[in-house]
């Protein structure tokens, strides 16, 4: 469902007397080791660490494939499908993405899709459906579901990337254990186990695969670490008694390989695109300091965001736009609404689907953005751009800004000065990095 937002106008008193700041680009440099060769290298994780592979000869096996963006991940969904056809395995995937793209059989496959994910490219089948098995309960009672294809398979390959969570800290946030309690649990389960509230999660999640790994038909684990750069840095395959043991240690490497900014406050964010790609979020609250349960305070301090775009990989998901104070009408137009608040009921955060002021124009935008910061120079505002919060790399900064940081470590000029530019309609032109 699409919404037609009109224009408005908004009267203010002494909103044409903002001025811009001139921006520079500066580039954050972070630890660059990755994996040159990914295919090569899961082949060795799987060849090394999985034992009994002759047992897997002539069994149905679940490759779990989840929603987020992860770079190559078609590369890998094949090197993996690969892998297990030459011990004599017929592999399947499963999108196992809660209650993502739409909370649809066909919404899932079509998330997967965008990621080149196919059956075509992949050369296996996709058994996406809704439908669900209980397979145990929480302590209190609680029912755990697990998708039905996956359950009636031989054998369950839980696949997943491995970072900080955007909602809760703890020893398991967003995995390889949170894949099988709450993505493999499809619609139906993760909405019961949202109910719970994210304050449990560091509890029930290690709970209910504790319960999985009882009765359910897992084979073994995969799991990854993007470095700050969005390319794959750790991959780890672990046989089913290492599961948690695995994603705990891969959780302390994402941690620190995680993309942030060097600095710790600015006046204004303007943030060009957000998408469930990028983070379930939308824009990574381990970033920008900001989430729907409380926020990360000592992330990021920031009064005003500016939220512009979504991803087109995001299919209309505005799963982040509530972290905004400010968008434009053209940005809420482009949003599904079914899509994003049936995320948002998903996961028991009504305040995720709240609509924040709009305007109709960037300009408008930003100067709306400067003007209601407390207590600030607006004639020297400390504004702050990027792409989305998985390009941490080169961003833009204004000038005052960056006479505050120019000499922290991992800090480089990259060009600039230069006045931010804006089309005839008074929308800003896209970022080139």
């Known amino acids: 469902m699409f919404i037609e937002f009109p224009e408005i106008k908004i009267p203010v008193e002494g909103l044409d007397r903002i001025r811009f700041p001139e921006m520079v680009t500066i580039r954050q440099t972070y630890d660059p080791q990755k994996i040159e060769d990914l295919g090569a290298h899961i082949r060795r994780e799987l060849e090394t660490r999985i034992p009994d592979r002759a047992g897997f000869k002539g069994k149905r096996l679940c490759l779990t494939v989840g929603s987020r963006g992860i770079p190559h991940l078609a590369l890998m969904v094949k090197t993996i499908c690969d892998v297990v056809k030459e011990w004599g395995a017929r592999p399947f995937i499963v999108p196992a993405m809660g209650s993502h793209g739409g909370a649809s059989a ?7 899709a965008g990621y080149g994910v196919t059956e075509d490219a992949i050369g296996v ?8 098995v209980q397979y145990g309960t929480l302590p209190d009672g609680k029912p755990l579901y697990c998708d039905k294809n996956a359950w009636e398979s031989d054998g369950i390959i839980v696949f997943n990337k491995v970072k900080p969570h955007t909602d809760f800290r703890g020893r398991h946030e967003s995995g390889i254990a949170k894949m099988i309690a709450i ?9 019961v186990f949202h109910m719970k509230g994210f304050a449990s999660f560091p509890e029930i999640v290690p709970q209910a695969v504790e319960t999985f790994l009882k009765v359910a038909p897992v084979a073994f684990a995969i799991g990854l670490v993007q470095n700050a750069y969005d390319e794959i840095c750790t991959i780890e395959a672990c046989p089913r008694d290492k599961i948690l043991e695995t994603d705990a240690r891969l959780l302390e490497i994402a941690k620190e390989k995680i993309a942030n900014f060097k600095f710790k406050s600015c006046d204004v964010l303007i943030i060009d695109e957000i998408g469930k790609n990028i983070s379930g979020n939308g824009h990574d609250p381990n970033v920008v300091g900001r989430n729907n349960s409380g926020d990360f305070p000592e992330v990021f301090s920031v009064q ?18 509530s972290g905004a104070d400010i968008t434009t009408g053209r940005c809420l137009n482009g949003v599904d609404w079914v899509s994003t608040w049936t995320n948002v009921v998903t996961a028991n955060r009504l305040n995720g689907g709240r609509i924040p002021v709009y305007v109709n124009t960037d300009r408008e935008a930003l100067q709306f953005a400067i003007k209601t910061c407390d207590n600030i120079d607006s004639s020297r505002p400390r504004v702050v751009r990027i792409k989305n919060t998985l390009c ?12 505050e940081i120019k000499d922290l470590d991992g800090i480089e000029l990259v060009k600039g000065p230069h006045d931010i530019a804006f089309d005839p309609q008074g929308f800003m032109t896209n970022l080139e990095f």
Do not use: D, W
Not at 183 to 191: E, N, Q, T, W
Not at 304 to 321: A, D, K, S
């Open 304 to 321: 005003r965001v500016f939220i512009r775009g979504l991803t087109e990989e995001t299919h209309h998901n505005g799963c982040g736009l």
């Open 125 to 132: 089948p996709i058994l996406s459906s809704m439908e669900v």
């Open 183 to 191: 993505g493999l649990a499809k619609h139906k389960g993760a909405s």
């Open 392 to 403: 941490m790399t080169e961003i833009e900064v204004s000038v005052p800004l960056y006479e």
């Open 106 to 112: 066909a919404g899932q496959t079509e998330m997967l």
